[in-house]
């Protein structure tokens, strides 16, 4: 059974940081490219950052570009997703997701998902 948990949501004052975290277990971690999502209260699922497998490529929504960092830890079966310079617009549910393939931006590619952590950033 695939699982995927995220971790190091919070509240943080605008321009804080704070570091997400997603363990994943059940699946080939090391063949996995994987997403970070976030949505809103009464929005769409948005892209934010993906990585591939390898770590040898990234990409980034405009939005967080300059401020979030993905990363991964094969080792650790983790990925993570540093945030940097928040603002109160960050504010949403953040929600990691892994797929075999070639990440992507579009969310209905993703095979499996975490279940999501709350960031909220107080102006």
């Known amino acids: 059974q695939v699982q995927l948990v995220e971790s190091g949501g919070g509240l943080v004052q605008s321009g804080g940081s704070l570091r997400l975290s997603c363990e994943a277990s059940g699946l080939m971690f090391s063949t996995n490219d994987m997403g970070w999502f976030r949505q809103a209260p009464g929005k769409e699922r948005d892209f934010v950052a993906a990585?591939?497998?390898?770590?040898?490529?990234?990409d980034y929504a405009d939005s967080v570009k300059g401020r979030f960092t993905i990363a991964r830890a094969t080792a650790k079966n983790t990925a993570y997703l540093q945030m940097n310079s928040l603002k109160p617009e960050d504010t949403a549910v953040y929600y990691c997701?892994?797929?075999?393939?070639?990440?992507?931006?579009?969310?209905?590619?993703?095979?499996?998902w975490g279940q999501g952590t709350q960031v909220t950033v107080s102006s």
């Open positions: 990585i591939r497998w390898s770590g040898s490529m990234t």
């Open positions: 997701a892994a797929r075999t393939g070639f990440s992507t931006r579009n969310k209905y590619e993703y095979d499996y």
